[in-house]
């Protein structure tokens, strides 16, 4: 094994050549991930995530209607489960606390079968990957919520939400 302290002389092209392998596996494992998530998908699987899910993210100030936007930021990515969150927000449905918490715990467990797959790729050990992370994302989250849930919805839209400009 080589130590990255290690010089060695290398050309431009071979370095290149290396990133563009190292691109190239990524793309392949991101396309595979979002092709499995379509499939699971299909076949239901992501119904049974939503209801296994459910009674964990109650306690952080989340209804099941936002669950399957979560759901979606959790494995597909937080740009995907986002962008339907903020499609969501503009129609009303959601209170904006529920949605400030799920982007709460998006942003810190989001992307979990992408992420999970490409560290362990580069040695990670999934104790420290999903393990370490689950818990650090829902105590976050959790502490978050606690502080956060007896602030009025005034309050709460004044100093923690931003306010959109009028067009």
């Known amino acids: 094994m080589t130590s990255i302290f290690t010089t060695t002389k290398t050309t431009w092209l071979a370095w290149g050549l290396n990133e563009l392998k190292n691109y190239a596996f990524i793309i392949i494992v991101v396309f595979s991930l979002v092709a499995f998530i379509r499939l699971l998908e299909m076949i239901g699987v992501l119904k049974i995530m939503n209801r296994l899910l459910e009674p964990l993210l109650k306690p952080l100030g989340m209804s ?40 709460t715990l998006m942003g810190l467990f989001h992307s979990i079968f992408e992420d999970t797959l490409l560290m362990l ?43 959109q400009a009028k067009n």
């Open 121 to 163: 790729s580069f040695g990670g050990h999934w104790s420290g990957i999903i393990l370490f992370r689950t818990i650090f994302a829902f105590v976050c989250s959790f502490l978050i919520f606690r502080l956060t849930k007896n602030i009025d919805e005034a309050k709460f839209q004044k100093y923690v939400m931003v306010k």
């Open 64 to 103: 099941s209607d936002v669950l399957p936007l979560v759901v979606a930021g959790l494995t597909v990515g937080i740009a995907y489960g986002g962008g339907l969150l903020i499609a969501e927000s503009k129609s009303k449905t959601l209170k904006p606390k529920e949605i400030f918490y799920s982007i």
